[in-house]
Nanobody, 129 residues
Framework: QLQLVESGGGLVQPGGTLRLSCAASGISLDYYEIGWFRQAPGREREGVSCISRMGTHYADSVKGRFTISKDNAKNTVYLQMNSLKPEDTAVYYC????????????????????????WGQGTQVTVSS
């Protein structure tokens, strides 16, 4: 069974950087579509970035600032976050879905949290001066 563990969150000043990691165990991530999501208090979980067989996607709010990558040897997905803003404050989660269960055809489907069925525990990111 796939298990996901996020790390790398913390407190950072506006304009700062963080790199989040999502380490997978149990099964190779090669078989999964992977996404990063975030949830701020009182708000729904929203898609930030994802990697699927159809490509890599970013939400408009993070495009040009965040970069998703995957290290197959380490079975880990990263989210490099630059130029952080206070509105990026949230708990960040990585999600995964077995790619033979679903085809994420476009950015909207790739960034929809309801399409994912495996989740980590989340890591808090706080951007504040």
């Amino acid at each position: 069974q796939l298990q996901l563990v996020e790390s790398g969150g913390g407190l950072v000043q506006p304009g700062g950087t963080l790199r989040l990691s999502c380490a997978a165990s149990g099964i190779s991530l090669d078989y999964y579509e992977i996404g990063w999501f975030r949830q701020a208090p009182g708000r729904e979980r929203e898609g930030v970035s994802c990697i699927s067989r159809m490509g890599t996607h970013y939400a408009d709010s993070v495009k040009g600032r965040f970069t998703i990558s995957k290290d197959n040897a380490k079975n880990t997905v990263y989210l490099q976050m630059n130029s952080l803003k206070p509105e990026d404050t949230a708990v960040y989660y990585c999600g995964a879905v077995y790619r033979y269960y679903i085809v994420l055809r476009d950015m909207e489907e790739c960034l929809r949290s309801q399409n994912y069925d495996s989740w980590g525990q989340g890591t808090q990111v706080t951007v504040s001066s």
